[in-house]
C-alpha cells in the first residue's frame, strides 16, 4: 500500500522517472488558511540539485495543487497536489534491468512484482517519492502551528561526526524556527565543515556515507496517543519507516536506557505552576503510548545511498550468473540533509492523525 492513516489519509503515486509524482490527502479539515509561501520554503529544503551533498539532478518541485484548496483555504475535498518531473536520465538506468543494485530494491522489487516495476531512478521505490510527502507533512505543520505546536529536525550525525542533541527538557522556538526553514539543519552550525568535508570524500572516492537525524516536537498537548498499538511511538515510526533508507528509529533515551538503572531513567515529576512536567526526559514525552507534553525527541537512522559509481559485485539475472555492476546516474553521497525536512513532515503527518482520533485536532 502506499496509503497511511486513519483520520488523515495520505496515498502517494507516481515514479521517479514518470511524468509526474503527487499525493492526495484526505480527511483535512475545512477552513485551514494555507500560506503557500511556507509550503515552498519546505519544499525547496528538500529538493535536489542545490548543494554538493545531494544529487545534481535539478528539480523545482513547485506543487500543483489540482483540488481541495479554494482561496487558498481546504474546502474539505480531497486535497490532491502534483509535482511534475522535467530532469529525467532513464536511459542512466538501462543496466539495471537485469542486474540489480546491490543495497537497492531491484532485486526485490522484481521479484514482488514479476519484473514490470519501473525501474528508472528507483521507481515507487525511489527517494524522489519524499517530496508530496513534505507537500502533506507542510500542509500539516500550519495547522498545528496555530495549535502551538512546534516541529523541528536536525542532522544528528553523518558517519562519525556528530551534532548536539536537543536538550529534551528546554527547546526555544528560536532553535526550532530556525532549523525548521534552513537547508543544512545543526545545532552547533561549527560541525557543519567536518560533515561537508566527510561527505565530499564519500563522493570523490565514488563512495556514500550514512547518517541520523533528531526530531523535537514541542507543545503537543498531554493525554494524547493511546496505548498498545496505537501508541505514539508506533504511528511516528510506521510513517517514518515509509522514508526510503531508514533503517531504525528511537525515541527518548532510546537503547541507552537499556543500559540505564530505574533510579536513572525514571522521570521524576513536578509541578511548574498548575502544569505538571518532568525534572529530565528519558521517555521522549510519550509514556505507555501517550504524550506527557514534555517535547517528543526521536531519532531516525538512515543507511547510505546504495548508487554508488564503484564497481560491484551482482548477478545477471537474464543469465543466472555472477556479473560487475557500475552504477550511472546522479545520486546523492549522503541523504541525511535532504531527509530533514521529510522527517519533520512525516511527524507532523502523524501527529496529525494523532490528535484527530482522540478529538483534540
Request: proline content about 5%.
Amino acid at each position: 500500500m502506499s496509503s497511511w492513516g486513519n483520520a488523515v489519509k495520505i496515498s502517494i503515486f507516481g515514479e521517479s522517472h514518470g511524468k509526474g509524482i503527487g499525493v492526495v490527502i484526505d480527511g483535512l479539515p475545512a477552513g485551514e488558511k494555507l500560506d503557500m509561501e511556507k509550503i515552498y520554503l519546505q519544499m525547496a529544503r528538500r529538493a535536489p540539485g542545490k548543494d554538493k551533498t545531494a544529487t545534481p539532478r535539478l528539480e523545482k518541485d513547485i506543487p500543483e495543487i489540482l483540488s481541495g484548496v479554494l482561496n487558498d483555504t481546504t474546502t474539505g475535498a480531497p486535497l490532491c497536489a502534483l509535482i511534475q518531473n522535467t530532469n529525467t536520465r532513464s536511459q542512466d538506468y538501462g543496466n539495471l534491468l537485469s542486474s540489480p543494485r546491490p543495497g537497492h530494491a531491484d532485486y526485490t522489487g522484481t521479484i514482488r512484482y514479476g519484473g514490470f516495476n519501473d525501474i528508472s531512478g528507483g521507481g515507487h521505490f525511489s527517494g524522489r517519492l519524499t517530496a508530496p510527502i513534505v507537500f502533506a507533512g507542510a500542509v500539516c505543520r500550519q495547522i498545528l502551528e496555530r495549535k502551538g505546536i512546534r516541529i523541528a529536525a536536525h542532522i544528528a550525525s553523518i558517519g562519525d561526526i556528530s551534532d548536539k542533541r536537543f536538550d529534551p527538557v528546554n527547546i526555544p522556538a528560536e532553535l526550532t524556527d530556525r532549523l525548521s526553514t534552513t537547508v543544512f539543519g545543526l545545532i552547533d552550525q561549527s560541525r557543519e565543515k567536518d560533515m561537508r568535508a566527510l561527505v565530499e570524500d564519500c563522493r570523490m572516492n565514488r563512495d556514500s556515507i550514512g547518517g541520523t537525524v533528531e526530531c523535537a516536537v514541542v507543545g503537543m498537548p498531554a493525554g494524547a496517543g493511546s496505548p498498545m498499538f496505537d501508541g505514539i511511538e508506533n504511528v511516528i515510526a510506521s510513517i517514518i519507516f515509509g522514508i526510503p533508507a531508514v533503517k531504525g528509529i528511537e525515541f527518548g533515551a532510546g537503547f541507552e536506557a537499556s543500559e540505564m538503572r530505574g533510579s536513572q531513567c525514571n522521570d521524576e515529576f513536578f509541578y511548574d505552576g498548575d502544569t505538571v512536567k518532568t525534572r529530565t526526559n528519558n521517555h521522549g514525552g510519550i509514556l505507555g503510548g501517550i504524550s506527557s507534553g514534555m517535547p517528543i525527541i526521536f531519532r531516525t537512522a538512515f543507511k547510505p545511498t546504495p548508487s554508488i559509481s564503484s564497481e560491484q559485485n551482482t548477478v545477471d539475472l537474464q543469465k543466472h550468473e555472477n556479473t560487475k555492476l557500475v552504477i550511472n546516474g546522479r545520486h546523492d553521497p549522503c541523504i541525511v540533509t535532504r531527509a530533514v525536512p521529510v522527517v519533520e513532515a512525516a511527524a507532523a503527518i502523524a501527529l496529525v492523525n494523532i490528535l484527530a482520533d482522540v478529538n483534540m485536532l
